[in-house]
C-alpha cells in the first residue's frame, strides 16, 4: 500500500473498518473515532468462514486494517 493510497483513507479505532478519509462515522459501529496510522487490509466477503476475520474479530463484510492505532 502506498503512502497516496493510505492517506485517502483513515481506520475506525473501535471496529478497524477502513472508510474514506470524508467519513464522518463508522456505518459499522456508528464511532467517530478513526486514526489515518494504520497499516494493511484485508477484504472480508464471509466472515463467518474466514478465519482472518475470526482473528480480527470482523463480523460484518468489508475493508479492514491489519493495523489500526
Ligand atoms: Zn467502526
Redesign the pocket.
Same mark, same amino acid.
Given at each position: 500500500m502506498s503512502k497516496r493510497v493510505s492517506a485517502r483513507f483513515k481506520c @475506525?479505532l473501535? @471496529?478497524k473498518?477502513l472508510l474514506p478519509s470524508q467519513a464522518s462515522i @463508522?456505518p459499522?459501529?456508528k464511532?467517530s473515532e478513526f486514526s489515518t496510522d494504520w497499516s494493511g487490509f484485508v477484504i472480508i466477503f464471509d466472515p463467518e468462514t474466514s478465519l482472518i476475520a475470526k482473528t480480527l474479530n470482523i463480523d460484518k463484510p468489508g475493508r479492514y486494517a491489519i493495523k489500526c492505532r
Open positions: @475506525c473501535k @471496529c473498518a @463508522c459499522n459501529c464511532s
